[in-house]
């Protein structure tokens, strides 16, 4: 039978055990200063076992882990749960903070969608001298084209016109009350369709097509209920109450105030309504419109269905989307994004400087044990590697304890009570993509935290480190 061999890796050195003698190959020979030369056998062993790169891998990543583990097991319990609690709430502040931004940038812009502008705005286009239009033409057949396009729940002809309203309380003209303002007219049944501003009366009633001397009006207009522009407003006009309306064509009409709506949207809040019909007898025209809102079924970006709609033949018409007519409020919007990226870079460093003292003060108080197992033949990256194993620990953990106190407490909790934002009730609003960027972000922060302190440590020299 022949001979077995054990092979074995010995730091830098492969020892190849034949029976019970033991032969080192290439080790010195100390009396003649020679090295013994290894067989054929034994250099072809030799050789394969140098070429196994992914055998080295594996042993070092082995080793790492070991270390890593004995780390946690024999370090201060106190250090690591403070440490770990510092990840959760920075953790947590990124994404609680940022789920409040925007779930506030959400309400906004749904806002402007159901109770302003709905999806997509029609205007009239330029005439051939290069001026626009003051109204839509042939408003029935431009509707019967706009339904036809896959995707659109609905559609809304509107004229709007400049005028000034005034109220008397008293009706003894000592406290005439005026504002100038435009005074759009509706379709009730048809702009339910594309606006929900007839789920938020808080009094009276919403419009019915046979109404002719009854208005509706915001609460920005009407003053009370919350208006946030009261200085601006009729000052406390109710319900019942009557205005005079002079239009700018100068007819003058008294209306009832048959309603008061409060979407908490200032730029909804700030009209007025009568019904289409009122509006036609008014300016004297008929099938006409100053705009056109079109609901989509945001199965895709408005600009698919404004591509849709010039298919359709609406060509020479000024078609944009809703947030065309935010930008005021688009301009809060983003810099609610700006605010979120600045609590992600500070909860970051939060993080990351906390893990970078913990395992500096670990590798520095760890110097000898270094040095020592450096001194026996462990390389350096494997001790690089167990300690940004350990700044991954605090990293992970501190994550998954951040999400299952969101997901447990944090989220029900803003659930049953909403913030009161001046745009509406705001609740936690984790987008996916930004959850993912913040465990990432956190991640890749960590390892840096780990890498540079036990980097510096591990190439230190070898005597200096074991004699501090």
Same mark, same amino acid.
């Given at each position: 039978m ?11 050195t492969?020892?190849?055990?034949n029976g019970?003698?033991?032969v080192?190959l290439?080790a010195?020979d ?11 056998? !034994?250099h072809s /062993?030799?050789?394969a076992?140098?070429?196994?790169t992914?055998?080295k891998?594996w042993n070092?990543?082995r080793a790492a882990?070991f270390?890593?583990?004995?780390y946690?097991t024999r370090g201060s319990? %106190?250090?690591?749960m403070l440490?770990?609690?510092v990840?959760a709430v920075?953790?947590?502040?990124i994404?609680?903070?940022s789920?409040i931004?925007s779930?506030?940038?959400?309400l906004i812009? &749904?806002q402007a969608?159901?109770n302003?502008v ?14 626009s239009?003051?109204?839509l033409t042939q ?6 084209k @706009?339904?036809?396009?896959?995707g659109i729940?609905?559609c809304?002809s509107?004229y709007?016109? %400049?005028?000034?309203v ?8 000592k406290?005439i009350?005026s ?17 929900n501003?007839?789920?938020?009366m ?10 002719r001397? &009854?208005? /509706? ?12 522009l009261?200085? &601006?407003s009729?000052k ?5 109450d ?17 309603g ?6 200032p730029?909804s809040?700030?009209? +007025? ?6 509006m036609?007898?008014v ?7 100053s705009? /056109?809102?079109?609901k ?8 698919y269905y404004? &591509?849709r709609l010039?298919q359709?033949g609406?060509e020479?018409e000024d078609i944009k989307?809703?947030e065309d007519?935010i930008?005021?409020?688009?301009g =809060?919007?983003?810099?609610?994004d700006?605010?979120k990226?600045i ?8 993080? %990351? ?15 000898? !044990?270094?040095? @020592?197992m450096k001194?026996i %033949?462990?390389?350096?990256? +494997?001790? /690089?590697?167990?300690y940004i194993f350990?700044?991954?620990f605090?990293?992970?953990v501190?994550?998954g304890?951040?999400?299952a106190?969101?997901e447990m407490? =944090?989220k029900?909790?803003f659930?049953?009570?909403p ?5 509406g009730?705001?609740?936690?609003a ?9 465990v990432v972000?956190m991640?890749v922060v960590? @390892?840096?935290?780990g890498?540079i302190?036990?980097?510096?440590v591990a190439r230190?020299?070898i005597?200096?480190?074991i004699w501090?």
């Amino acid at each position: 039978m022949g001979a077995k061999y054990d092979i074995r890796l010995e730091g830098p050195t492969y020892n190849i055990i034949n029976g019970r003698r033991g032969v080192a190959l290439a080790a010195p020979d100390t009396r003649s200063g020679l090295k013994a030369r290894p067989n054929i056998f !034994q250099h072809s /062993i030799i050789k394969a076992l140098e070429g196994c790169t992914s055998l080295k891998m594996w042993n070092d990543l082995r080793a790492a882990v070991f270390l890593f583990y004995k780390y946690i097991t024999r370090g201060s319990i %106190g250090t690591l749960m403070l440490t770990i609690l510092v990840a959760a709430v920075a953790f947590m502040q990124i994404n609680i903070i940022s789920g409040i931004m925007s779930g506030a940038v959400s309400l906004i812009y &749904q806002q402007a969608k159901t109770n302003y502008v709905s999806n997509i705005v029609i205007k009239p286009g330029k005439d051939q001298s290069g001026n626009s239009e003051q109204y839509l033409t042939q408003v029935s057949s431009l509707k019967r084209k @706009i339904n036809t396009v896959p995707g659109i729940i609905g559609c809304s002809s509107r004229y709007s016109t %400049g005028a000034i309203v005034t109220y008397d309380p008293d009706k003894t003209g000592k406290d005439i009350r005026s504002v100038s303002w435009p005074i759009t007219s509706i379709s009730p049944e048809e702009n339910i369709e594309v606006s929900n501003i007839s789920r938020y009366m808080v009094s009276g009633e919403y419009l019915s097509d046979s109404d002719r001397d &009854q208005v /509706i009006m915001g609460r920005e207009i009407s003053g009370g209920f919350g208006a946030a522009l009261e200085v &601006q407003s009729l000052k406390g006009a109710v319900v019942g109450d009557e205005i005079t309306v002079y239009y700018h064509n100068g007819i003058v009409r008294d209306y009832t105030i048959k309603g008061i709506y409060s979407t908490v949207f200032p730029l909804s809040d700030m009209s +007025i309504f009568v019904t289409q019909k009122e509006m036609e007898s008014v300016l004297g025209i008929h099938d006409r419109a100053s705009e /056109i809102l079109v609901k989509t079924d945001e199965a895709y970006p408005e600009s698919y269905y404004i &591509q849709r709609l010039r298919q359709a033949g609406i060509e020479m018409e000024d078609i944009k989307p809703w947030e065309d007519f935010i930008g005021l409020v688009l301009g =809060i919007a983003q810099s609610f994004d700006i605010i979120k990226r600045i609590i992600l870079l500070i909860g970051l460093i939060v993080t %990351g400087v906390t893990i970078f003292i913990v395992i500096f003060i670990a590798t520095v108080s760890r110097r000898r !044990q270094i040095g @020592i197992m450096k001194a026996i %033949g462990m390389h350096e990256r +494997i001790i /690089i590697l167990s300690y940004i194993f350990l700044a991954l620990f605090y990293a992970l953990v501190g994550i998954g304890l951040g999400i299952a106190v969101i997901e447990m407490f =944090i989220k029900p909790y803003f659930i049953a009570h909403p913030l009161d934002f001046p745009m509406g009730k705001v609740s936690l609003a984790i987008m996916p993509g930004e959850f993912m960027t913040s465990v990432v972000s956190m991640l890749v922060v960590s @390892i840096l935290a780990g890498f540079i302190p036990s980097w510096r440590v591990a190439r230190e020299n070898i005597i200096r480190a074991i004699w501090g």
